[in-house]
């Protein structure tokens, strides 16, 4: 095995690293970790409750002797989908490929335990979990942009009609007829988690109050597209606290400007200063979006990757050596 020296000048080799579940006793050392990420907003503190308690997946840590210095969590989304999250290496053992052998750690875990779809999604920039996709038989699948408007109680939002539960057939039968669906990938973005979007989620998000129909103008009947909102971000900072998330919004081409500008309307009614949310990147949409007010939050793509997981795939993962 090959010895390394951190950043803080601490020697290593790499015999010295292994994997195990991570522990309540770990929470210490993760918080740590994620104070030095996304310069302190990570969201890790405020999801590792759920993380812990969580049966149905993986939570990992990549140990040096006692010292926390990488995670990687694998979550069951229902059925046969898998969503991968999470991974962190300690500031001061990056670059040294910890976050290389957690992710193929957390592969292969899932090739022999957790067989349907795996996905992942990473920044645009993020160029080494964009190499280690590729090695591990990952394929980009779509990608979006991160959009938001002030919201404006000027804006007029009767023709945005909050479903209930009893809606389900109609919404489910407009959502997989919507043009975007499919290429979005079948998924609803929730705080960078793309989502499995089924009638049992979409039930969930109705029953929730999330979902709201667009009707066409007049007498025409039939819903000319669909929002499902995700619920707010309260404990995660006053900015996002303040903001209206939009888990999923599509309609009919002609329709969809004025979807979104009554969003921004319905924010405003709720209380919240913008909306925001990350959209498929397709030139046509993202037209008609900046024609309702809408800007691009930051440069970077938000890709979103997947593979089948199936032990008879014949994509294979390539080693370090490239066997």
Same mark, same amino acid.
């Given at each position: 095995m090959t010895t390394a020296v951190n950043k803080a000048g601490v020697q290593f080799s790499r015999a010295d690293f292994h994997i195990r579940p991570v522990t309540a006793a770990d929470r210490a050392a993760i918080e740590a970790i994620a104070a030095q990420i996304w310069d302190g907003e990570d969201y890790l503190p405020f999801v590792l409750d759920a993380w812990l308690a969580d049966v149905s997946g993986l939570f990992c840590a990549g140990v040096i002797g006692e010292r926390v210095v990488a995670v990687a969590k694998l979550t069951h989304m229902g059925g046969d989908q898998w969503w991968l999250e999470g991974l962190r290496v300690d500031p001061a053992f990056q670059g040294m490929g910890l976050g290389r052998i957690m992710h193929h750690y957390m592969v292969n875990y899932s090739r022999r335990y957790a067989p349907g779809t795996l996905r992942f999604s990473t920044a645009s920039s993020n160029k080494a979990v964009i190499r280690m996709a590729a090695e591990t038989a990952f394929q980009r699948v779509a990608a979006f942009v991160a959009y938001g408007a002030e919201a404006d109680p000027a804006i007029p939002t009767d023709r945005l009609v909050r479903l209930e539960s009893g809606d389900i057939d109609?919404?489910?039968?407009?959502?997989?007829?919507?043009?975007?669906?499919?290429? *979005?990938? /079948?998924?609803?973005? #929730?705080? =960078?988690?793309? +989502?499995? $979007?089924?009638? #049992? &989620?979409l039930r969930?998000?109705? %029953?929730?109050?999330?979902?709201?129909? =667009?009707? &066409?103008p007049g007498d025409i009947p039939g819903l000319a597209g669909l929002a499902i909102l995700n619920a707010p971000r309260g404990s995660t900072g006053e900015e996002e606290?303040?903001?209206?998330?939009?888990? !999923? %919004?599509?309609?009919?081409? #002609?329709?969809?400007?004025?979807?979104?500008?009554?969003? /921004?309307? +319905?924010?405003?009614? @709720?209380?919240?200063?913008?909306?925001?949310?990350?959209?498929? #990147?397709? *030139?046509?949409? $993202?037209? /008609? $979006?900046?024609?309702?007010? !809408?800007? @691009?939050?930051?440069?970077?793509?938000?890709?979103?990757?997947?593979?089948?997981?199936?032990?008879?795939e014949h994509a294979m993962i390539r080693t370090q050596t490239g066997a």
């Open positions: 109609r919404a489910w039968a407009r959502l997989i007829k919507l043009p975007y669906f499919e290429a *979005a990938q /079948r998924t609803l973005e #929730d705080s =960078w988690r793309f +989502l499995p $979007l089924t009638p #049992d &989620r969930e998000r109705l %029953a929730a109050g999330q979902v709201y129909g =667009w009707v &066409r606290a303040a903001r209206l998330y939009v888990g !999923y %919004a599509d309609a009919l081409p #002609d329709e969809f400007a004025a979807l979104a500008m009554a969003l /921004r309307g +319905l924010a405003a009614r @709720q209380g919240f200063e913008r909306v925001s949310w990350k959209v498929l #990147d397709d *030139a046509g949409l $993202l037209t /008609r $979006l900046k024609a309702a007010g !809408y800007q @691009q939050r930051w440069d970077e793509q938000v890709l979103l990757f997947a593979r089948e997981l199936s032990l008879t």
